[in-house]
């Protein structure tokens, strides 16, 4: 949501700064470390993978920064 998110007491503004990307292997949930772009974060599936054979589905991820802010 680029709105934010509203609470009781404070609300979640986006904040400034890049998204950061991590893979995440959908058999045993491990993450690789964050990264800078999805490229960068997915190459850690490759050495997940080497590690663990069967461990061949992944997720991309992508976090967006947020701010809390109080409402009072
Ligand atoms: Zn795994």
Redesign the pocket.
């Known amino acids: 949501m680029s709105g934010g998110y509203r609470f009781a007491r404070l609300v979640l503004v986006r904040a400034r700064g890049p998204l950061v990307f991590r893979a995440q292997?959908e058999?045993?949930a491990?993450m690789g470390p964050q990264a800078v772009t999805g490229d960068a974060a997915m190459m850690w599936a490759v050495l997940?993978l080497d590690d663990?054979p069967g461990?061949d589905r992944f997720r991309e991820l992508s976090s967006t920064p947020y701010r809390a802010e109080s409402r009072s």
């Open positions: 292997c058999v045993c491990e997940h663990h461990h």
